[in-house]
């Protein structure tokens, strides 16, 4: 299976856009307006990233104006309703990821955390950039001929399972065509063009031994008896 080829750092944003501890509450919003983002890093010192400041934190200030929380598990959430500085209305330790850490990591921390953004930090918490959903998102406009390319380099050449099958990508989905001697290889087959960066889905129409159909397994696997 070929690794992935995409990092956060090519897909994050370099210039990112940060806070200092005595950030004002007022400040944030406006940040956050300007560069039509949910979330602030907080830096101190030469920029080592101590928390994070989002939409989520400010919220309180508004929710509970003018009502008391109504339920013990509030009271965290309510006490950022009084909070005027970025150091007391933050979420700390913050949520971050490495510049070199794939692609597909990134995405399973911020849907494990429910965030929509990461603070992009070196091996001492230094910033190097923040990386957001949409960013993540890119890997997928790939162009067709490049993913196909990629592809038959790295999973049909050679003595691969799928080698001589036929190719053909349309939009990202990939459909394979042809004679499959071993159905066992199957499921390594459709994991092997999965795992390539860019691919929406993929499809496959091979025939098993005698000319029989070769069955798929697994997510994301479509397959069409021959």
């Known amino acids: ?22 950030a004002s ?49 509030q009271l965290e959430e309510a006490s950022k309703a009084g909070a005027v500085l970025a150091e007391e209305l933050m979420s700390s330790p913050a949520v971050t990821v490495h510049p070199g850490a794939p ?18 930090v070196n091996g001492v918490g230094m910033l190097e950039g923040v990386v957001s ?20 380099r790295e999973v049909l050449s050679g003595p691969a399972p799928g080698a001589g099958l036929d190719l053909t990508v349309e939009e990202g989905v990939v459909t394979l065509r042809g004679p499959l001697r071993d159905r066992a290889l199957v499921p390594l087959l459709a994991r092997a063009v999965r795992a390539v960066e860019g691919v929406v ?3 496959l129409e091979l025939d098993g031994p005698a000319g029989g159909a070769a ?11 021959s």
């Open 103 to 120: 692609v597909a990591e990134a995405a399973r921390i911020m849907a494990r955390r429910g965030v929509k953004r990461l603070p992009v």
């Open 201 to 203: 889905d993929v499809r």
């Open 133 to 152: 959903r949409s960013d993540l998102l890119k890997v997928f406009l790939r162009p067709d001929e490049e993913l196909a390319e990629e592809i038959r």
């Open 25 to 73: 509450y007022k400040e944030i919003v406006e940040l956050m307006h300007e560069w039509k983002v949910s979330a602030l890093p907080v830096l101190e010192g030469e920029g080592r990233v101590v928390g994070v400041v989002s939409e989520a934190d400010l919220l309180p200030k508004e929710e509970f104006r003018s009502a008391e929380p109504a339920l013990p598990e």
């Open 1 to 22: 299976m070929p690794a992935s080829r995409y990092t956060v750092s090519d897909v994050m944003t370099h210039t990112a856009v940060a806070i200092g501890r005595e």
């Open 215 to 225: 069955r798929t397994a697994g997510p994301g696997v479509r397959h069409a008896a």
